[in-house]
């Protein structure tokens, strides 16, 4: 398995710009090609006039929206000029409202996504809706990439949160191609059930079938000694030299951890390296 197709989307070149390089970073180190969604988007929420509007104003957003795409084109192919990879430029318009359609029609064939932190604190809201829209309608696994982090060159330590969810089983699976160039693969359990099938070995049957593809793994056990799960991997990716985390993305709804929290969006507030995730 190997990554041949990788997308990004950009809707804005200053916040988005960590994320862009890491994309033409891993596209021309994977010799795939890379495909870049630039979105022009019309923030007006629905219901915000009021009945009976002129449809002039209507169209003014839309047109504003329409210009900001063209801008946005024409500074990611003077960004693209240099760079020796193949790549291609999609550009689109669209009400805030029907975003998502959009961006998973234009991303759901690509076999990784990459794209930046959403919950930073100049992050717009259609940050967070487009990483949903590539990982729910699309089906698209993402590679956050922490704000004015890079991609490491190489990895030497990656660290894979397991609790034998299909979330993060569907994430390792998709990180495989990192994987396999890790120096060491760090599967950590957190608190592992007592009553799990797995009791007597956490981790032991995902460090076997890892070996078979070549993977270098080793099994972390540990204790739930903070409160938030995203904090204690945040903690043990540091205290091993962690270049990347890879974990299954909304376990809970994401309506939950919106209003309750939970580890896939504190991961995503509070990560400093980059983050596989699949759902």
Request: proline share 6%.
């Amino acid at each position: 398995m190997a990554y041949k197709t990788i997308v990004t989307v950009v809707n804005d070149l200053e916040t988005n710009k960590s994320a862009l390089d890491a994309a033409i970073a891993l596209a021309t180190r994977e010799e795939a090609h890379l495909d870049i969604l630039c979105l022009g988007i019309d923030r007006t929420q629905p219901g915000f006039y009021y009945a009976g509007a002129s449809a002039v104003v209507l169209q003014d957003n839309l047109a504003q929206a329409q210009a900001e795409a063209e801008a946005l084109e024409a500074k990611l192919k003077e960004r693209m000029a240099g760079e020796d990879l193949p790549y291609a430029i999609f550009r689109a318009t669209v009400q805030i409202a029907g975003m998502a359609p959009l961006v998973a029609h234009r991303t759901r064939m690509a076999d990784l996504a990459v794209l930046p932190q959403p919950y930073a604190g100049d992050r717009a809201h259609e940050n967070e809706a487009i990483l949903e829209a590539v990982l729910f309608n699309g089906a698209v696994p993402v590679l956050v990439i922490p704000n004015n982090k890079a991609l490491p060159e190489s990895l030497s330590n990656v660290v894979v949160a397991w609790n034998e969810s299909t979330e993060s089983l569907t994430a390792i699976r998709a990180a495989l191609p990192f994987l396999q160039q890790a120096d060491l693969v760090n599967i950590t359990v957190i608190d592992p059930p007592a009553h799990s099938p797995d009791r007597s070995d956490p981790g032991g049957q995902l460090s076997q079938v890892l070996s078979r593809h070549g993977v270098r793994p080793e099994v972390s056990v540990l204790a739930k000694t903070m409160p938030r799960i995203s904090d204690i991997l945040c903690r043990h990716a540091g205290d091993t030299g962690a270049d990347m985390i890879v974990m299954g993305a909304y376990g809970h709804s994401r309506f939950r951890e919106a209003i309750l929290g939970g580890a896939t969006r504190n991961m995503l507030e509070i990560a400093e390296v980059p983050v596989l995730m699949a759902h």
